[in-house]
Every structure is written in C-alpha cells, then in structure tokens.
C-alpha cells in the first residue's frame, strides 16, 4: 500500500517525435499500443496535446521550464538555454529527489557559465542542469554500440549505418525502401538498452527510497528501421489517407516557406544511405516508412511493458506518478513531408497520459481540451504538493487529473516555430530577412487554425471544419477577413499576457518586496 504521508515517485517517459494521433487508445484504426493504453486505463488520457515548438531542443525547453519559447528562447537545436530559468529537475531537487536521467535532454548549456574551452561549448546535447546521469544516451549512441558489442553483435558501422538494413542496396533514388531488419534485435534496440538500465538502477533503490526518473527514448524519431517482428507487423496498405495537396508542387507553392522547407528535406537524415529528396519519394515508399513508424512505436510500446513490469516488481506501482509523452510529433508523409517543423499539426500532436496512483476517481477517463507541453512542470509540481511558480506560461493539469474540471481553461493551442540558421545563415539568405524576424506563431482552436509569420512572410488561416487536412488558405478570402482580425488580436492578445513574468509580478513598496520573483517569494502589503 502507497504511503499518503510521503511524496510519490516520479517517472517522466518522453517518446521522441511520437504523433499524438498514433495511439489505439486514442482510436488509431491502424497502431497498436496495448501498453500506453494499459497506463491510460488507470490515468487520464489528453487527446488534444501539443507540442511547445520544435524540433527537439526548442520542444523540450517548453516541457522543461514551463516557458513558451518567446520567453525560454531555445530557437533551435543549438540555442543556449539561459541558465536564469527554473526547470522540472532542479524543483525536483529542492524537493529531495535526485532526478535521474536515462537518455537524453538536447540542452544546450548557457555559454556564461562555462569556461571559454569546455567542450560542451561544441554541443546541443548536454543535460538538462539538476539531473544526475545515469545512462546518457546521445546522437552518437556510443553507449549502446559499446553495449551491442558486448553481446557480439557487429556494431562497427557505427551510427547512423547501425541502422541501416543488412542486406540493403544503397545509393539508388529508385530503389524502394526496404522492410528488412537492421543487424541488431528487438532486444538489442536503443530502447530495451535503455529500459535494462533504468530496470538495474531501480532494482538498487531502497524501497521506502523516493525517486524521480525521466526515461527519455529516442524511438520513433528516425532513422526509420525496426528489428523484426516489428518491421512487418504493419502493412504499408494500411493507415489512414495522408492529409496532402495532389502534388507536392501544389503543397510548395501554397506558401514561401512550405517551399523552402520541402526544397530542403533529404532523404538520407530518415533512411541513412538513401539518396535525393523526401517530396520525390512517392506514394508507396511513404506508406512503407509509414508502416516501419508503426513498428517502431510498437516496440517501444513493448518496452514501456517492461517499465510498467519493473516498477510493479519493484513494489513501487501504487506510489508512483507517471507521464508518458512526447516533445514534437512526424509528419510522416503528409503534405509531402517527413520529419517535425513549421505550423502543421502534424508536426506538433503529441501524445500525453498522465497516471497518479492516489487519484483514482479519473482512471479510464479522456480529456478533449487543449493542453500543451508547458503544462508538465506545473502539473507535476502541483501533483507533488507544491503551488507552481504564477510566472509559468503553463497550468496545472492537476483538475483533470483528479476527475474535475478547472473553473477556466484555454478555449485554443498555441505552438511557435523559429527557422533562423544562425551558423550558416541560410533562411536569412533565402527569405531576405534577420535571423529574428525567421518565426511563426499559431494559435489553433477547433474550428480555425491562424500562423503569423515574421519579416512580412504571409499569414495563414484555416478553416479546419471544412478542412481538416489544411490544404487550403483562406487568409485572403474576403469572407474570412472577420476571423482573420479575430485570430490575430487572439495571438497579440496570448502573447501580450505571457510577456516575461520573472519580475514583472514584483513590486518594490516602501514595505519591501511584494508580489513574486521567479526563483523566490514574498508577502507584501
């Protein structure tokens, strides 16, 4: 039975570039998830959540802090994370955990608190500040390829030819994307590597010890490939129809930047040894990929089996929280296009299930508002008995968590993308603007969908009733110019209210300091 008098444990799942749509329990007609939907059962399932921004380190910045990316200011992957910003492992800390980390973060480090020559000056992927590592897994997979040879596998190919498939011919735009296995199992993957370690460590826990993981998986984020049985189990004729335009021509000149992002997707970064680019690719490899996506969610799946094992066999089951989630979703062939970014929902569905044991009145139930990453920290903070910081740009899923609904909620989604290229300069070049005009804001509801875009790019708007699939742009249309202002006095006014808060809650009164300073708290006058 799960002590009430002492805080619960704490483990935080991340599954990087999962779709939120590619879930059975959220009614995929296609996927099997009988482990995420196993830990539905017995949480709260949010059917609408949302990714912060992308691609890894700018989504993960927003699930970490609890900041929207105009104020956190992680642009893209490489972006500093100014050290001054509170996050999820540092309140854990104050709280007496050791947050653990099992993965990886993609945190670029503030160059102001490191020497001029340390070497993680060269790198988006350092560690979070407040965890302790206990098993990095980077880029690289150095790690896990060390691992592999340790059980004889051949791991010489190093990444990304690891995972290549063994008996592919590469090199040919013609050649269709093969389903055969790479050179390692379905127990040999990244994931059961790091579902094995997390398992050790557990096993080493004192059982009235209090702990707090973060699992942070890469699968199903490519290279598109997955062992056997899970490369076949889905057949590339199955899944829903992509949401796409005729032609990948039509998609590119349906906006500026849809045609300088398409322009610039290779092949090669999702099947390593492939040639040429993404849009050409047709319609069959697409639905092959698509059918190797599946299986890689399901093999993750599977180790999130083995999680939910371990944790019961740990007797920790009834005293442990758990969020599975993601940081951006895949496009996975819609509109022409693999991969997370720029203003589709494709890119930025994610999954959310949220289980706190001590709360069982919501178990089995599915929440249809929107939520979105920054409402993580929050959640969990409040989960642990601590009021979360007013300046958080997130809210407490706390309400639904318990059964309830709270008094107000946002009535919309919003996400941010920024596509500077601050070492090379290439979007700069390409559209003729400064690094700091490359961003997109979007504000989506159920029934509109508005993205504003910097340096004077055109706006969209969506009409999503009569379009789900966002093909066509009705910003200019005379009959939507009503919803047009609406939506865009609805971005200025969401943007206006989560200005930087980290001082502006605070006043200086002849009584001293009233109000709250993120970081500290005072009573005042």
């Not at 005009?437 to 993205?451: D, S």
Request: glycine share 10%.
């Amino acid at each position: 039975m799960a002590d009430k008098n002492r805080r619960p444990n704490v483990l935080l799942i991340t599954c990087d570039q999962w779709r939120g749509d590619c879930l059975s329990v959220a009614g995929h007609p296609v996927v099997k998830t009988p482990n995420a939907d196993a830990l539905a059962a017995e949480g709260v399932l949010f059917r609408q959540h949302y990714g912060g921004a992308a691609p890894c380190s700018p989504a993960r910045a927003c699930l970490y802090t609890g900041l929207y990316q105009m104020n956190n200011r992680v642009c893209r992957n490489g972006t500093p994370l100014d050290a001054r910003h509170d996050n999820i492992a540092l309140q854990a800390r104050s709280l007496g955990y050791d947050p653990t980390l099992f993965g990886y973060t993609d945190v670029s480090l503030d160059p102001r608190t490191l020497a001029p020559g340390d070497p993680r000056l060269k790198t988006y992927e350092g560690v979070l500040p407040g965890f302790t590592v206990r098993q990095l897994l980077p880029e690289h997979q150095k790690p896990w390829l060390s691992w592999l040879k340790a059980r004889g596998v051949n791991a010489s190919a190093g990444f990304p030819d690891i995972h290549r498939p063994v008996d592919e011919v590469a090199g040919s735009e013609s050649n269709p994307v093969a389903n055969a296995p790479p050179i390692y199992s379905k127990d040999e993957t990244p994931a059961a590597f790091l579902t094995g370690e997390f398992t050790r460590w557990l096993g080493e826990q004192e059982r009235e010890a209090r702990w707090f993981a973060h699992i942070s998986f890469l699968s199903p984020h490519p290279p598109f490939i997955v062992p056997e049985p899970y490369n076949t189990r889905y057949d590339p004729a199955d899944g829903p129809a992509f949401r796409r335009s005729g032609s990948w021509q039509g998609e590119a000149e349906s906006h500026p930047y849809l045609s300088y992002d398409m322009d610039r997707q290779q092949r090669a970064k999702f099947r390593p040894g492939t040639e040429g680019k993404v849009r050409d690719w047709g319609d069959d490899n697409f639905r092959r990929i698509r059918a190797l996506y599946y299986g890689m969610i399901s093999e993750v799946d599977a180790q999130l089996g083995r999680i939910w094992q371990a944790v019961k066999a740990a007797g920790a089951w009834d005293d442990t929280i758990i969020v599975l989630t993601s940081d951006h979703a895949e496009m996975m062939g819609d509109h022409f296009m693999l991969g997370k970014g720029g203003f589709f929902d494709g890119s930025f569905h994610i999954p959310l299930i949220i289980r706190d044991p001590r709360h069982g009145k919501a178990a089995g139930i599915s929440i249809d508002h929107f939520t979105e990453a920054v409402d993580i920290f929050p959640t969990l903070l409040d989960l642990l008995g601590e009021e979360p910081p007013p300046h958080l740009d997130g809210c407490s899923l706390k309400p639904f968590v318990l059964g309830s609904k709270p008094q107000a909620w946002r009535d919309a989604a919003h996400w941010e993308f920024d596509f500077r290229s601050i070492a090379d300069g290439d979007a700069e070049r390409h559209f003729g603007i400064a690094s700091r005009q490359c961003n997109l804001a979007v504000i989506r509801t159920q029934e509109f969908k508005y993205v504003h875009f910097g340096g004077g790019l055109p706006p969209l708007l969506f009409d999503l009733v009569k379009d789900p699939g966002e093909l066509n742009n009705v910003a200019t249309d005379p009959a939507y110019l009503a919803v047009r202002l609406e939506f865009a006095e609805g971005l200025l006014a969401w943007r206006a209210e989560h200005l930087d808060q980290s001082l502006a809650l605070a006043e200086l009164t002849g009584d001293g300091v009233a109000g709250h300073i993120a970081g500290l708290s005072f009573s005042g006058t």
